[in-house]
């Protein structure tokens, strides 16, 4: 053995470099911060003529973006917001069941090898583009899905969400939701995958020594260990829906204003994101601001959504 | 010839004989860019290619953010020209001293379009038949009030045809439009009755069915029976379209019957700027074979620049995109109508009031 | 046992019902799970089969080495081609390489911030919260940040290659730190104690343990925020523009991504051929080159995943130093 | 009462490699039966057969047969998750459900077959199972508390609660006090030593000691060489094994003379 | 040469939990002393404050010295990792670097403290280590296998050939043995010899032949009732401690007769 003629409490190199590593650590932890004030800020900034600016100016071009119908920005912007919301949210319980569903089957079912082409396949498919999503969407599932949504108009008709007559073509809230939940289902599934089988051995084999099904053993221990990988994979793929673009404008036959649940019917809801992207491009400054504002709120609502599914998530412990 | 050493196609020169010296001057080179009104898309890349047939050194683009985002953009200066679907606002004028070396922006007409009204009925489009509309029972179909394809007032106008039961579908643009904008201002001066509206780049009522864009109209209709629509008539493919009566007869649509209404319409006195060329569109025309529902779209020039390359080219791709040359480019490759030549010593005069030197 | 309660375990035995229902149970979920997997491979197939089919209609070498200049109409270009993606593709990999370069840096070490460095402070559960709500941050907000940020510093009108990049970036890193984070956060405790025992600086435990044993997580989670910026369009169509001819400047001039190339052909729908026109010219061309497009986009992030994943493999490879 | 089971010509496999060769050992109803042997040897994986835990690594599989009171356990018709609730296991590792109680995490097993179990019967339960554990009195003012806030020990005592409180016909135990204190190793070893009244007991130790104190029966296993199959030595009743043993592998390893 | 260790008044907190109270200790150079105690004494939680080790847990901290060779550890300059360097650490589970081959963990002390060392060197001291720690024969022909393809028992010995790699002056050990068979024990236990020459050795152990065996001192832990904080109940030369404690607990508690 070498003898070692070290000091006790020798100083250690690479002081410096730890040092320099947490201070640009912790500057790309702030700067976090700082891109989201500047985001917000210019937002506001852009949005400030429709409180500080000419208010009949102001509802002058609301009025022209509405055919007359509202001319003040609440009155715009809340049924978008309603709109925006109802589309996620149907978008996300179709694909959360579905995604888990997959996730567990990649996890825990299928066979090592086949589980590794499907995983790639999945995500694989996280990296379509919306749109593609909005050219299948409108020219193929459009007409190839309204013999069932008339089908559940015709038999689900009762339930005010299924009110009928089926549009025909079916470019409504729910194809769109059908096609946004295609659209997040691989990020639900590739992240609650991923912690799937993260799951320790141990605990797996403690459920399975108790004498569980496989079933009572995803219960026991996998799912609890993925809980918030699945909450926060949801929030991802929530924060997805309420943002995406392409598919809406490319499928959604939108509604000028108005609150609305039938969405099975045409023209009755419409987003905010994808109102933006339909208005942009005609619309002078003033009308730019309005644009501005309405995507402000929706930043602030996936602000919203986000602190309470965080909530959500510090409840639940994991 | 510039060969394809990032993938440029040869520009190709289409068939123009042996005619470059309508620009008199040496060709023109640098970078120039344009934005604008998605309708005159196919027209300028056209354009483009022919314009660079003579000038191979000029490499022009040309973005179709929309007409609204075209003229916002000009009036920063970041463009040469912008391509609009509607004339410049008295606001956009009096903006554009501020981007213009000296004197205001003007506009000119550079594309004129027809808009069709497409439908899709089993038993009728289909069997490549075509069926009458007057305006007001146009507008009232787009307005929600006549709901079934065999309403007598559509079966009056089409004795010889047998109208299904079927219920109308009205499928209309989602998005701002300058082609939704000229479409209803049509019912507003031919059906003010039926057509209540004010006149707007949206669409006004929830009736049917709204889609993004051109193509997102046509494809909603064809995905359905019972639809009816209305785009930019070089979008129609193999869709039924309406004949609309004009005095007594129904005019069905072509470029030509598009361009018969601009000959017969008067340059609007209420356009305040010098230089400007706005066709106030006659929809209540009565020549023979025309058809009212058309489209004007213009570009949007200053009559100076701070830099007179920008200067010589605008002249030079004016001068082009009006000539006749220019002008059945764009009908090969858009379907659009000729500009009429009661127009033409208004523009060409104009276009020489660009300051190149 | 002293003061051990006694037991009746026959009311705990299992009963043959309670049996048969597990069982049945285990077998339901089972199925239904299998059956989410056939239910969501319906649409996914489609969507493949789809721009698989109609892409390779007009997808061939001409259409990947030419751009849209000088395509006119539903006619034939002079090399026989009807214009193609090259400056599209071109685009597409230096705008997102732009974003790459600028997200995950920031990303990779904010979450470093997070999970070695924070210890759920304050400021880090802030910086966590707000990672969560910039997710959520609409791509055609992003776009309009980056349009304005342009605009004020370098001049109104700005359109170029960077300014997009800037725009996906700010929807990259989010996805970027999440992902990073997880990753991250499942290196077990014992290893980052085991070299921190050994008398190794934090931050080359960080970096030569931590980072190392998380890189394939890292690296996918990154391949994963790349792949779900790579095709947006709507900031872009704000921010880069269309340019119908090749732009290798991602600091000057409009550029043409692969998504905004399909979104503008899936506008034009269908090109005119005039009367005289010959039988080479097709009016369903835009759709065509739409479909191609897309099924090029598809395969480039197909490419980009393989690239990833071997990348993966190669530093899984131990290496003598 | 507990039930034997008996192991005939068994070669155990992980993938490819033959991990144990040949077994063939008798283990008798309410008896306690400690494997003994160098590490790697195979123990564990033994062990492991006896309730198709084995399984569930992949690839892994079993030549020959295992007879629970003469019902080959590898049968066709046979069920492993019945297999598992008559065949209780304790780990080598505590395993504690993470976001389980400590009460909760007792009655997991239980609640799988009794969704509905009186307040009464489960604090009754938890009870027994925890007393049984030595763990009762360290927890019975916390039982709400999560089960991975215990110390290491205490946690490996809960997860032998857990298994006792499913009231299986026998009981693997795979190395259950290598973590526990002399205190708390005492304490199972009384619970192991008051269980075999009704259960069959297996037991992996390391610790010689522990196998004479408990184990009526002693299995010895080896292995030739390392990347060699191990197999089983010599089994014997503990008396013979620690104070004569036939075989002279054995007697080096138990003097500590081996290797 | 080892270096000695004298703790004095050290209170040991979790957050606002005192684990630990009033411990006095001190450890002599180049002797082994261990740690014995029932669970959650608070035996780890001490050892782990001798490297500052402790300091990772949020919310850990510690009141009172800690003084190596008359230095406090504690010392606002004192810089942990260097103290991390000179003290050694081998713990309870076994945790090889798993991206590592087993070659690369033994080497991964120096290595990561970007100390260049030439290949021969290298294989010398990877040769060195892993014979130490009694796993050379077992591993030298997949010395580029990954780490975490061993069995538990090779992983720890794995752990301990690379905690000496680096040559600490003081090697701390937290139930080093608890997965280890009586052959590695006994290795594990002939290394703790040779090691005590040059370095100062500390370590936790449930199993008392062990501490009798190695340890030249033996401080006892233990803990008035759950909840309450542990303490140092009795310190004392092996031989006066296994023979004739002068500590009435300690004695009971050696003599198994404990709780
Ligand atoms: N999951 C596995 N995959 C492949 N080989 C394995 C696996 N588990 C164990 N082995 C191999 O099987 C053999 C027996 O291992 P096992 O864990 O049963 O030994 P053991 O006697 O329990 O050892 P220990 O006393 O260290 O726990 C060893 O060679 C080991 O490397
Ligand atoms: N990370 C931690 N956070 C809070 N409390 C802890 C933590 N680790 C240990 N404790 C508590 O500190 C006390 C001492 O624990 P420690 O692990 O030091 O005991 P031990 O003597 O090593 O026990 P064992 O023999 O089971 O390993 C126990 O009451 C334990 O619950
Ligand atoms: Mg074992
Ligand atoms: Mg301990
Ligand atoms: O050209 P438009 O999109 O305004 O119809």
Same mark, same amino acid.
């Given at each position: 053995m070498s003898s070692q003629d070290k000091t006790a409490l020798a100083p250690s190199g690479g002081k410096t470099a730890d040092k320099v590593f947490r201070g640009v650590a912790y500057a790309c932890g702030i700067l976090i911060l700082v891109v989201l004030a500047a985001v917000f800020l210019f937002l506001f900034f852009r949005a400030w003529p429709l409180i500080g600016g000419d208010q009949k100016a102001n509802s002058d071009v609301i009025s022209s973006f509405t055919g007359g119908k509202v001319s003040n920005f609440w009155g715009y912007v809340l049924p978008l917001l309603f709109g925006t919301v109802l589309i996620s949210i149907l978008a996300l319980i179709i694909a959360f069941f579905v995604s888990i569903g997959i996730a567990l089957f990649i996890s825990h079912y299928a066979p090592k090898k086949v589980a590794t082409g499907l995983s790639y396949v999945i995500d694989l498919l996280a990296a379509i583009p919306s749109v593609i999503y909005g050219l299948w969407g409108g020219l193929i599932l459009v007409p190839a899905i309204y013999p069932f949504w008339n089908w559940v108009a015709n038999h689900l008709g009762w339930f005010p969400l299924f009110a009928g007559p089926a549009a025909n073509p079916q470019r409504t809230v729910a194809t769109v939701a059908v096609v946004l939940a295609v659209m997040v289902l691989p990020i639900i599934t590739s992240m609650s995958r991923d912690i799937f089988l993260q799951t320790p051995t141990l605990q797996q084999e403690a459920a399975y020594g108790l004498g569980a099904t496989k079933w009572e053993m995803i219960k026991l221990a996998v799912i609890p260990f993925g809980r918030s990988g699945i909450v926060s994979a949801s929030m991802l793929a929530l924060g997805r829906a309420l943002g995406e673009t392409m598919a809406v404008l490319m499928i959604l036959s939108p509604s000028v204003t108005g609150y609305s649940i039938k969405i099975l019917q045409a023209s009755q809801s419409n987003a905010i994101a994808s109102n933006i992207a339909a208005q942009y491009p005609e619309a002078n400054d003033l009308g730019v601001s309005v644009l501005i504002g309405t995507g402000l709120i929706l930043f602030l609502i996936t602000f919203i959504v986000n602190f309470v599914a965080r909530k959500i998530t510090e409840k639940a412990g994991v | 010839a510039t060969v394809a050493a990032c993938g440029d196609n040869t520009a190709s020169t289409g068939d123009n004989s042996s005619s470059s010296d309508t620009t008199k001057s040496a060709p023109i080179s640098g970078d120039f860019q344009g934005a604008g009104a998605t309708s005159q898309q196919a027209a300028v890349e056209a354009w483009i290619a022919g314009f660079q047939g003579t000038n191979p050194n000029a490499k022009i683009a040309y973005n179709p953010t929309g007409s609204g985002a075209g003229v916002t953009t000009f009036l920063t200066g970041a463009t040469a020209w912008a391509g609009s679907d509607k004339a410049l606002s008295d606001d956009d004028i009096a903006k554009s001293k501020a981007v213009c070396a000296s004197g205001q922006a003007f506009d000119v007409p550079v594309y004129i379009s027809p808009i069709a009204i497409v439908f899709n009925l089993k038993g009728v489009s289909d069997a490549g038949k075509h069926i009458n509309l007057d305006a007001t029972t146009a507008a009232k179909i787009f307005d929600g009030k006549?709901?079934?394809?065999?309403?007598p007032a559509i079966q009056d106008q089409n004795k010889d045809l047998k109208l299904p039961s079927t219920p109308i579908t009205v499928v209309h643009r989602s998005d701002k439009s300058g082609t939704t904008q000229n479409f209803v201002s049509y019912f507003k001066d031919q059906a003010p009755d039926a057509w209540s509206y004010d006149l707007s $780049?949206?669409?006004?009522? $929830?009736?049917g069915q709204g889609a993004k864009g051109t193509s997102g109209v046509i494809s909603t209709v064809k995905q359905a029976d019972g639809t009816i629509g209305y785009a930019d008539f070089s979008q129609v493919g193999d869709l039924g379209t309406a004949a609309i009566k004009v005095g007594d007869s129904y005019n069905a649509i072509s470029a030509e019957a598009g361009s018969k209404v601009i000959e017969d319409s008067k340059l609007d006195d209420t356009a305040k700027g010098e230089n400007r060329v706005v066709v106030k569109i006659n929809h209540a025309t009565e020549a023979?074979?025309?058809?009212?529902i058309v489209l004007v779209s213009y570009d949007i020039v200053c009559p100076a620049y701070k830099d007179t390359k920008q200067a010589e080219f605008a002249k030079a791709w004016l001068t082009y995109v009006t000539s006749d040359e220019g002008q059945k480019a764009a009908q090969d490759a858009a379907g659009s109508a000729p500009l009429p030549s009661s127009l033409t010593s208004q523009i060409s005069k104009s276009i020489e009031a660009i300051k190149t030197k | 046992m002293d003061g051990a309660p006694v037991i009746d375990f026959d009311k705990f035995r299992p009963t043959r019902s309670s049996e048969q229902y597990r069982k049945g149970k285990d077998y339901f979920m089972s199925g239904l799970i299998a059956l989410a997997f056939v239910i969501a491979c319906i649409p996914l197939v489609s969507v493949l089969w789809t721009t698989i089919v109609n892409g390779f209609k007009r997808l061939n070498l001409n259409f990947l080495t030419y751009n849209m200049t000088g395509v006119v109409g539903g006619n034939p270009t002079p090399s026989g081609g009807y214009g193609g993606v090259l400056h599209a593709i071109i685009g597409t990999l230096e705008i997102t390489g732009g974003a790459m370069l600028i997200s995950i840096p920031i990303g990779i070490m904010c979450a470093v911030y997070l999970v070695e460095y924070a210890h759920g402070g304050k400021l880090a559960m802030t910086v966590s919260l707000l990672v969560d709500v910039m997710s959520g941050i609409p791509s055609i907000v992003a776009g309009l940040f980056a349009f304005s940020m342009f605009t004020i510093v370098f001049g109104p009108g700005t359109i170029n290659g960077f300014e997009g990049s800037v725009a996906l970036s700010l929807l990259m890193l989010p996805t970027v730190v999440k992902s990073c984070e997880e990753m991250l956060k499942i290196v077990p405790n014992d290893l980052r104690e085991a070299s921190l025992a050994l008398g190794v600086t934090k931050q080359r435990t960080i970096t030569k343990i931590v980072l190392r044993t998380a890189l394939p997580g890292i690296v996918s989670g990154c391949i994963l925020a790349i792949a779900r910026v790579i095709g947006e369009t709507a900031p872009l169509l704000m921010t880069a523009g269309y340019i119908a001819s090749t732009n290798?400047?991602?600091?000057?001039g409009q550029m043409t991504t692969l998504p905004v190339y399909v979104y503008q052909e899936y506008s034009k729908l269908s090109a005119n051929c005039p009367a005289n026109a010959t039988a080479a010219c097709v009016p369903t061309i835009p759709m065509e080159r739409a479909w191609a497009a897309a099924l090029v986009l598809i395969v480039v992030v197909l490419v980009l995943n393989l690239i990833g994943r071997l990348v993966a493999k190669i530093f899984a490879v131990k290496t003598e130093r | 009462m507990g039930q034997r089971i008996d192991v005939n010509h068994e070669n155990i496999y992980y993938g490819d490699f033959l991990a144990v060769e040949d077994v063939n050992i008798n283990i008798e109803a309410n008896k306690v039966t400690a494997f003994i042997g160098p590490s790697g040897c195979g123990k564990s994986t033994v062990l492991r057969t006896l309730d198709r835990m084995?399984?569930?690594?992949?690839g892994a599989h079993v030549e020959g047969e295992v007879l629970l009171e003469g019902k080959n356990l590898y049968d066709k018709d046979v069920d492993p998750v019945s297999v598992r609730r008559d065949v209780g296991m304790v780990f080598q590792r505590p395993n504690p459900f993470p976001t389980m109680s400590i009460r909760e995490n007792v009655l997991a097993g239980v609640r799988l077959n009794n969704k509905h179990i009186s307040k009464s019967d489960a604090d009754d339960l938890v009870e027994w199972a925890l007393r049984g554990a030595n763990l009762w009195n360290e927890v019975k003012d916390r039982l709400d508390n999560p089960g991975i806030g215990l110390s290491g020990g205490q946690q490996q005592r809960l997860c032998i609660a857990r298994a006792v409180a499913v009231h299986p016909q026998v009981v693997l135990m795979d190395e259950p006090c290598s973590a526990l204190d002399p205190i708390s190793t005492l304490a199972v070893e009384d619970l192991i030593n008051e269980l075999k009244d009704d259960y069959t007991i297996v037991i992996v130790t390391h610790n010689m000691q522990q196998a004479a104190r408990i184990a009526d029966y002693t299995a010895f296993f080896n292995l030739k060489a390392v990347g060699q199959p191990g197999h089983l030595e010599y089994f014997a009743d503990t008396t013979t094994m620690f #104070? #004569?043993?036939?075989n002279e592998e054995a007697e080096r390893y138990i003097s500590g003379r081996f290797g």
């Open positions: - | 006549i709901t079934t394809w065999n309403d $780049e949206n669409w006004p009522n $929830e009736v023979k074979g025309a058809y009212p | 290798v400047n991602l600091f000057a | 084995h399984e569930l690594i992949p #104070n #004569n043993p036939q």
